[in-house]
């Protein structure tokens, strides 16, 4: 069946730096994958949309990139700020209905001053 | 409103019970979904409507579940006689995209615990 891994261990990092999380996908290769944040208590906030055909998405400090060989997508977010600490949620689109996603487990992230 | 509002924010109820769950969706938004929310789980698709189309159900986990949108706008999902694995939170999304790949904007959730 259709599957989308994200790091479940929760990524530490220093102030400044850049966090790296990865999104895996399997038995499906997905038009799309999408990225969002969701802080404790609420509901999910959209970051950005990578497509199959674009190997690299960036907005202000935020990067994507998608990579269909290695069925893999890697979310950047460079001079990271502890403002930055929240859970991040991959999804990507259904093989058999790109209206429904299908969504990691996330990964949490804390940026420590 | 700017945003998708749900109420309510949270519910606790007798196993047993009804509950209904509300969302408001941002105007002019076509396309809504819910979703609910686990702990250790990943958002789990429930129910999409698009405009006038017949709702996708697909995500329903038992008949106890139901869901509609009135006038293409507000939708209520309806859980009857619940049950203690129901307890999750029901997130609804709205979104102005007809085809897929559009971005989906989320409401805070409803808690819900059944005890």
């Known amino acids: 069946s259709q599957k989308i891994e994200q790091n479940s261990e929760a990524l530490n990092i220093q102030e400044g730096k850049t966090a790296t999380l990865t999104c895996n996908y399997t038995?499906?290769?997905?038009?799309?994958l999408q990225w969002y944040r969701q802080d404790p208590g609420r509901g999910p906030v959209f970051l950005l949309l990578i497509r199959e055909n674009e190997k690299e998405k960036r907005k202000e400090r935020l990067k994507v990139t998608f990579d269909t060989t290695l069925k893999q997508s890697l979310f950047h977010i460079t001079a990271s700020q502890p403002a930055d600490s929240a859970t991040y949620l991959c999804a990507q689109a259904n093989a058999g209905n790109n209206r429904k996603l299908i969504w990691g487990l996330g990964t949490s992230l804390a940026v420590n001053p | 409103g700017a945003g998708v509002s749900q109420s309510p924010s949270n519910k606790v109820t007798e196993k047993g019970k009804d509950v209904e769950l509300r969302c408001d969706p941002i105007?002019?938004?076509?396309?809504l979904y819910w979703y609910r929310q686990s702990l250790g789980q990943g958002l789990e698709f429930l129910i999409y409507?698009?405009?006038?189309?017949?709702?996708?159900k697909s995500g329903l986990p038992s008949d106890r579940f139901s869901a509609e949108r009135t006038g293409g706008s507000v939708s209520t999902l309806t859980i009857q006689r619940t049950q203690q694995e129901d307890s999750a939170v029901y997130l609804c999304?709205?979104?102005?995209?007809?085809?897929?790949?559009?971005?989906?904007?989320f409401g805070e959730g409803s808690r819900l615990t059944v005890l």
């Open positions: 999304a709205s979104s102005p995209t007809i085809a897929g790949a559009g971005e989906l904007f």
């Open positions: 409507f698009q405009g006038n189309s017949a709702p996708d």
């Open positions: 038995n499906y290769s997905p038009a799309y």
């Open positions: 105007s002019g938004h076509t396309a």
